[in-house]
């Protein structure tokens, strides 16, 4: 299939290189020019313009926040131009608001649109280990459930695409959660003088059998080394829940001690750390 790819950061980058092993012809844009180049010497062609990858049968916008799809999409030079039976799959995660302002601009433009905010890293791609939270018209899902799968497994989670969106921030805030409850487990345990890394073991064969607490608890307990993701993306997401949650009246204390957490980091000089070791820090006192 002819495939649009904007936005060739840590992800896109890794998104387009395999969607070409798949045989898929692949037109990337990027703000700036490395990656492009590099991609083209891959077998991509670049996109003078970003509605010049809206042309073919699908496209993945992979961006990081609300202002660079508004900026780089909702101009006049980018979904405006885009082939009207082009799908669009945003995969970033965005705010709620900002979800349903995208809903509705595709709706006025008669464009297709797909939500399909990705759970995963980027050395998960080339094992085609993404989680996929889609959402939108299941005819839609249909059609590219196949260029999604070749990138890992996909979920149908409704048929609104602003779904697909809230389902990232819940599961965000969940993995967050999870951290945070690891890294004050972690502090007691390094206290008090016992095996923290025996602990983390039985807990993830036992009542915490799960990839987030066989993976983030040795990062945690500082028993494995975490790879420094940065602290902006986290605190973005964990934004963007707090401010849904608002909007209702529901309570979200523990997303609130994460976010007060995570800008303790960020403004004692950890912005550039994981987010594993960053709540860990805070709950052994070595950030006050």
């Known amino acids: 299939?002819?495939?649009?790819?904007?936005?060739?950061?840590?992800?896109?980058?890794?998104?387009?290189?395999?969607?070409?092993q798949a045989g898929h012809q692949v037109t990337v844009w990027n703000r700036s020019n490395a990656p492009v180049d590099e991609l083209v010497s891959r077998g991509a062609k670049g996109a003078m313009e970003i509605s010049d990858t809206f042309q073919g049968d699908v496209v993945l916008s992979i961006l990081f926040d609300d202002d660079a799809i508004r900026t780089t999409l909702l101009g006049s030079e980018g979904l405006a131009k885009a082939k009207p039976d082009c799908i669009h799959v945003c995969t970033s995660t965005v705010s709620i608001a900002?979800?349903?302002?995208?809903?509705?601009?595709?709706?006025?433009?008669?464009?297709?649109?797909?939500?399909?905010?990705?759970?995963?890293?980027?050395?998960?791609?080339?094992?085609?280990?993404?989680?996929?939270?889609?959402?939108?018209?299941?005819?839609?899902?249909?059609?590219?459930?196949?260029?999604?799968?070749?990138?890992?497994?996909?979920?149908?989670?409704?048929s609104n695409?602003?779904?697909?969106?809230?389902?990232?921030?819940?599961?965000?805030?969940?993995?967050?959660?999870?951290?945070e409850a690891m890294a004050e487990a972690a502090a007691l345990l390094r206290v008090y003088g016992a095996d923290a890394e025996r602990f983390f073991s039985v807990m993830g064969d036992t009542l915490f059998?799960?990839?987030?607490?066989?993976?983030?608890?040795?990062?945690?307990?500082?028993?494995a080394p975490a790879t420094p993701s940065g602290l902006s993306l986290p605190l973005k997401d964990n934004l963007s829940f707090l401010q849904a949650a608002e909007a209702t009246d529901i309570q979200v204390p523990l997303a609130k001690i994460v976010r007060a957490n995570l800008l303790q980091v960020s403004e004692s000089g950890g912005a550039a750390e994981d987010w594993s070791t960053a709540l860990a820090k805070v709950a052994m006192g070595q950030i006050r």
């Open 161 to 179: 695409p602003v779904e697909g969106q809230l389902a990232k921030l819940a599961a965000n805030f969940m993995i967050s959660g999870a951290i």
């Open 98 to 158: 900002f979800a349903r302002t995208l809903k509705e601009f595709h709706d006025a433009h008669g464009l297709s649109y797909v939500g399909a905010p990705m759970l995963g890293r980027p050395d998960v791609i080339q094992k085609q280990g993404l989680n996929f939270l889609a959402a939108g018209d299941p005819v839609l899902l249909e059609q590219i459930e196949s260029i999604l799968s070749s990138l890992g497994k996909v979920w149908r989670i409704g």
């Open 1 to 20: 299939m002819r495939i649009g790819v904007v936005g060739l950061g840590s992800m896109g980058k890794q998104i387009a290189l395999q969607l070409l």
């Open 209 to 223: 059998s799960s990839f987030i607490y066989r993976s983030y608890g040795p990062m945690v307990a500082g028993l």
